[in-house]
């Protein structure tokens, strides 16, 4: 069993930069993929990154490819969301799941999921 709690998010202006962390619990984390989900009011959640166990390999949906990165530190059991160049579409509340797949767009396909952290870029 993983439990995922996020942190580091905030208001910040377009252009500016943010770095997300995902806390884990549990004694096979580092065997778990981990990705990150957002969601904006009134739409559905959508997937952002993806990263391996071993944190070798990494996805990222063409949105976000070139100005967000996604890492972990299997040793701290936390993973990590940097965002930069953020613009105003951006603007969600991310979360961090955990689960046998990086590649997953289906919030289903996810057995472990944080709570959310708030992340507004204004104009």
């Known amino acids: 069993q993983v439990q995922l709690v996020e942190s580091g998010g905030g208001l910040v202006q377009a252009g500016g930069s943010l770095r997300l962390s995902c806390a884990a619990s549990?004694?096979?984390?580092?065997?778990?993929?981990m990705v990150w989900f957002r969601q904006a009011p009134g739409k559905d959640r959508e997937f952002v990154a993806g990263i391996s166990g071993s944190g070798i390999t990494t996805y990222y949906v063409a949105s976000v490819k070139g100005r967000f990165t996604i890492s972990r530190d299997n040793a701290k059991k936390t993973g990590y969301l940097q965002m930069n160049s953020l613009k105003p579409e951006d603007t969600a509340v991310y979360y961090c799941?955990?689960?046998?797949?990086?590649?997953?767009?289906?919030?289903?396909?996810?057995?472990?999921w944080g709570q959310g952290t708030q992340v507004t870029v204004s104009s």
């Open positions: 549990g004694r096979t984390f580092s065997t778990y993929a």
């Open positions: 799941a955990a689960g046998v797949t990086m590649y997953g767009r289906t919030r289903t396909e996810y057995d472990y």
